[in-house]
């Protein structure tokens, strides 16, 4: 196995890039993670150990998160997908699945619907239908309003058991462990901008026509996304299956064992 990074530059925007191959990886397209909102693609690090080692993965820094600049001007969801499809392009990928976390899942539904015949299958984690859902309680959302919690580790493990839940609630040590990986010279430019981007998008209209096999992936404990809006989607979505597992927002990159169990069996079961 290996794993390579890049810099990727697509519509005059810089973009990092990590690819974890194999020598023996499967014919399956490569599975693309997008990201939460401010965060970079180091944070994806104990979910991918949790798939298959023959499996590649494409994590990436959004303009503006991590490690690749903001851009000059704000961006749109179309935009964006436009950007990371030619990026995927320009790595050798003509088609691939994907797997959107949190503000990423906007960006993943975005891509599906968007080009149909490129992205073979989704996983939509720990998301929503944007602007139009059932949204968190104030105090999260305030809380959600500023990237504090990936520059400081110690104020992520305070504020985690009130905008995580789930393991958040008990495993302070382990959201100090995630977010001390997190690369921190991400602007506040680029986080207003990703913000932005979703103040304005819903998916709600477009659901219905994405017509790949999607796994909705939930937890019964997030208080940043409703679990009822994993069942809206799950009745919007034609192709799609709902899989609720016990926790919150950030289980997913604290429980990478049990997480990478579904989303591999989704994934072996879609194959075409």
Not at 6 to 15: A, D, F, P, S, Y
Not at 33 to 47: K, Q, R
Not at 137 to 165: C, E, F
Not at 233 to 251: K, N, T
Request: proline residues 8%; contains cysteine; positive net charge.
């Amino acid at each position: 196995m290996s794993v390579r990074g890049n810099w990727v530059t697509v519509c005059g925007q810089q973009i990092r890039v990590e690819v974890r191959s194999a020598d023996d990886a499967h014919q399956d397209p490569p599975l693309v993670l997008c990201n939460g909102i401010g965060a970079s693609l180091e944070t994806f690090d104990p979910l991918v150990a949790g798939l298959d080692s023959r499996r590649t993965v494409v994590s990436f820094d959004v303009p503006g998160a991590g490690l690749s600049p903001a851009p000059r001007l704000p961006y749109t969801f179309p935009i964006l997908a436009l950007t990371i499809a030619r990026m995927l392009t320009r790595l050798g990928y003509p088609r691939f699945d994907v797997l959107g976390y949190s503000w990423g899942g906007a960006l993943a539904q975005q891509l599906a619907f968007q080009f149909p015949h490129r992205c073979a299958r989704v996983i939509l984690m720990c998301t929503a239908t944007g602007m139009l859902m059932v949204p968190a309680r104030p105090k999260v959302l305030w809380h959600m309003s500023t990237p504090r919690r990936y520059r400081d580790p110690d104020y992520a493990a305070q504020v985690a058991p009130v905008i995580y839940g789930g393991a958040a609630r008990r495993d302070l040590d382990g959201v100090r462990e995630v977010f001390g990986t997190v690369e921190t010279r991400a602007s506040r430019r680029g986080y207003a901008y990703q913000l932005l981007a979703g103040a304005g998008w819903t998916s709600l209209p477009f659901l219905p026509l994405i017509r790949q096999p999607v796994l909705v992936l939930a937890g019964d404990d997030d208080p940043i996304i409703p679990l009822v809006n994993a069942r809206t989607m799950r009745r919007l979505l034609p192709h799609a299956e709902l899989s609720v597992f016990p926790g919150g927002h950030i289980d997913p990159l604290l429980r990478s064992d049990d997480i990478g169990s579904r989303i591999e069996t989704f994934l072996n079961h879609e194959r075409h």
